[in-house]
């Protein structure tokens, strides 16, 4: 098959492109992305693609740079696109910055990339890596120590900032796509600082891939087909994490919370994937967080010993684990809100505790009405003639005891919760009712005093059940 039909095979196989799309083109003037121009140039009568031509001038080699941007902007003249153009003022971005010229440019050039697609109402912007970019790129990431998500290399389809990068030869040698110029007659420009052994890239290009290539002449081929092999390994196992995550995490606004056997039940590629979708869901990104950061997170929720444990990883990852539950956050989590009281009314309501992010509801009825109703473990009855009203919901307090439920005596709060393993970070969090004279008669969740048992004789119910936050 031809270059033009294994490309057009190639965009209807990845949907790369649909019919009417406009495209602009990254075209730098040699050899990849001149390639790039021409063949979906030859390809836009048949979808109906509009083409748009951009050229970024990064300004490292001033001569070249100028004879580059005049090579593309008339060949975007020839086949009357529209071109394009904008000067990058890279020292300018690394004073203010800072990193190296490289990423600099990459950044830079990205940005006028995506200003361009704007201006022209283009959502997908075509970019020339072939498959020897693709094997550099793999041979870069295990040499610097990568998982299986580096090992799949670029895809066909990026998505940044909503718009789509779309790499159509990604599956194409280069000296393929040079002879199809040679067939096309078309010429193009030579980029002299790929020549210069300064940058890694080039090394690899230069020196470790044809060293590769005397022991196997196809490694090109065979590093793209591990990048396509882990790639899909890559996407599945990133969508068992997805529903892991889902099924076993509670997220808040600034911490997520799970139970550390279920989180043990992982398979091991599973836990690193479920501990960096929840870190990325907590900082956005997890691109400066390495293997050891990880890591250290997971063995700490397997550790066996001690039920309790609080690290920072990283100086901004908190973990609190106690007993079997498993908060990771931005914040310690053990900083109590605000002591707040609210009077409760001796009516049938609802009330949400914005200190907490729960809610109470409140019932007050004829003891025959509630009687075929079954209780839950979040709600608590009483006889409510045998009360000292209002009610009071508020937080809990330092010295505060409760005559529990069975029990002779009172016994403290923080014993109760202690022998309930009751998280710590959950403690400061977990409201308490009194009644009128401060007499603790209901920890949510946790315990009933035995005050105003319901019995026989009760002819009012007063019932509270409270709803925890879906974090709480």
């Known amino acids: 098959m031809d270059v033009t039909g294994e490309l057009r095979q190639t965009i ?6 649909e019919p009417g799309d406009r495209i602009v083109v990254a075209a730098s003037g040699g050899p990849d992305s001149t390639a790039l121009l021409h063949l979906l140039f030859l390809l836009s009568g048949e979808a109906g693609w509009r083409l748009a031509v951009a050229h970024a001038n990064h300004g490292f080699r001033p001569d070249e740079s100028a004879r580059e941007a005049e090579f593309v902007r008339r060949q975007a003249e020839r086949l009357e696109l529209p071109f394009y153009y904008r000067e990058l003022d890279v020292p300018g971005y690394l004073k203010q910055h800072g990193g190296n010229s490289q990423d600099a440019a990459r950044r ?16 997908k912007i075509a970019l020339a890596h072939h498959a020897d970019d693709q094997a550099e790129t793999v041979l870069m990431r295990i040499l610097r120590g990568t998982g299986v998500s580096g090992l799949g290399g670029m895809s066909f389809v990026q998505e940044r900032d909503g718009l789509k990068l779309v790499r159509p030869l990604l599956r194409m040698d280069k000296n393929r ?4 110029l040679e067939r096309l007659q078309e010429d193009y420009v030579t980029d002299s600082s790929n020549a210069c052994a300064k940058y890694t890239r080039n090394r690899i290009r230069l020196e470790t891939l044809p060293f590769l290539s005397k022991h196997n002449p196809s490694v090109v081929q065979a590093l793209n087909r591990l990048a396509e092999t882990a790639a899909a390994d890559d996407d ?3 969508g068992e994490a997805v529903r892991a995550v889902a099924q076993l995490a509670r997220q808040g606004p600034e911490e997520v919370r799970f139970s550390r056997p279920d989180f043990a039940c992982l398979h091991v590629a599973l836990q690193r994937r479920f501990i960096k979708l929840i870190l990325n869901y907590l900082f956005g990104t997890t691109e400066n967080l390495d293997f050891a950061a990880v890591e250290q997170i997971r063995l700490a929720l397997l550790e066996e010993g001690a039920p309790n444990r609080r690290m920072t990883v990283s100086g901004k990852i908190c973990l609190d684990r106690e007993y079997d539950a498993v908060r990771l956050g931005r914040s310690p989590g053990s900083a109590a809100p605000r002591d707040y009281v609210y009077p409760l009314p001796a009516a049938s309501g609802q009330f949400a505790l914005a200190e907490t992010g729960g809610r109470l509801e409140i019932a007050l009825a004829p003891a025959a009405d509630m009687a075929s109703e079954t209780a839950c473990s979040h709600e608590a009855r009483f006889d409510a003639e045998e ?10 307090r330092p ?3 409760m005559q529990v439920d069975g029990l002779n005596g009172s016994k403290k709060v923080k014993d109760i919760f202690i022998d309930d393993k009751v998280p710590r970070f959950r403690r400061e969090h ?24 319901v019995t026989e004789n009760t002819k009012q119910i007063l019932r509270l059940r409270y709803s925890p936050p879906p974090d709480g």
Do not use: M, S
Request: cysteine-free; glycine content about 8%; overall charge positive.
């Open 177 to 180: 796509l040079l002879r199809e």
């Open 399 to 401: 010295g505060d005891r």
């Open 236 to 238: 599945f196992l990133e």
């Open 430 to 453: 977990t409201p308490v009712v009194t009644d009128a004279g401060g007499v603790i008669l209901w920890i949510p969740g946790i315990r009933r005093a035995g005050a105003a048992k």
């Open 12 to 17: 209807v196989k990845y949907k790369l492109f």
């Open 108 to 123: 830079l050039r990205y940005d006028f990339l995506a200003d361009t697609a704007r201006v022209w109402q283009a959502e």
């Open 387 to 396: 009360l000292l009203f209002p009610l009071q919901l508020r937080n809990r």
